[in-house]
T-cell receptor, first 110, second 114 residues
Framework: GENVEQHPSTLSVQEGDSAVIKCTYS??????FPWYKQELGKRPQLIID?????GEKKDQRIAVTLNKTAKHFSLHITETQPEDSAVYFC?????????FGAGTRLTVKP | EPEVTQTPSHQVTQMGQEVILRCVPI?????FYWYRQILGQKVEFLVS????????KSEIFDDQFSVERPDGSNFTLKIRSTKLEDSAMYFC????????????FGPGTRLTVT
């Protein structure tokens, strides 16, 4: 089955700085890569996704990149704000089976 | 904006008891999922469901688990004989897409097995 690795496990940045979270996946059949933000005690919230036929996607301050050859994808958050503080999970879908990375706890210090 | 809902928000049960966790997916979604998250750990896929059949299931989803769509709105996860290690947050999700794209999660049910 699919195995998703995510790094770093924790990330602390100053407000206004950029944050980058990286994931790798193992199954070349995976074709969809969402990112979820989870605040403490809340549901995972879909914030952005990318499909296997696209290399990059941007939505305001967040962007995702995908390198299918290397089987890795990344989340980039620019101009971070304290409200960006949360746990971020990457995921990969293969045959309707979504597997998550272990999560990155992002702390944005004011 | 429509959301996935789940009940109860918290369920406490004794080891060996059966529990049923309930979900109401977004109304025009046809693909449904259950996940679990042990405290402080990653979200783990349990099962996907479409047209009254299981589409995919993980190694976690053993014979103790079952899913059902008993009516036009509810989607349930049953754990037949709970174990201590079943204690976790259980999330339901739904999608309009048969490939599982754009899954939206419910608020979760915290299951505590004592």
């Amino acid at each position: 089955g699919e195995n998703v690795e995510q790094h770093p496990s924790t990330l602390s940045v100053q407000e206004g700085d950029s944050a980058v979270i990286k994931c790798t996946y193992s199954d070349s059949a995976s074709n969809y890569f969402p990112w979820y933000k989870q605040e403490l005690g809340k549901r995972p919230q879909l914030i952005i996704d990318i499909r296997s036929n696209v290399g990059e996607k941007k939505d305001q301050r967040i962007a995702v990149t995908l390198n299918k050859t290397a089987k890795h994808f990344s989340l980039h958050i620019t101009e971070t704000q304290p409200e960006d503080s949360a746990v971020y999970f990457c995921a990969a879908i293969s045959y309707n089976d979504m597997r998550f990375g272990a999560g990155t706890r992002l702390t944005v210090k004011p | 904006e429509p959301e996935v809902t789940q009940t109860p928000s918290h369920q406490v049960t004794q080891m060996g008891q059966e529990v049923i966790l309930r979900c109401v997916p977004i109304s025009n979604h046809l693909y449904f999922y259950w996940y679990r998250q042990i405290l402080g750990q990653k979200v783990e896929f349990l099962v996907s469901f479409y047209n009254n059949e299981i589409s995919e299931k993980s190694e976690i989803f053993d014979d103790q688990f079952s899913v059902e769509r008993p009516d036009g709105s509810n989607f349930t996860l049953k754990i037949r004989s709970t174990k201590l290690e079943d204690s976790a947050m259980y999330f339901c999700a739904s999608s309009w897409d048969q490939r599982g794209y754009e899954q939206y999660f419910g608020p979760g049910t915290r299951l505590t097995v004592t």
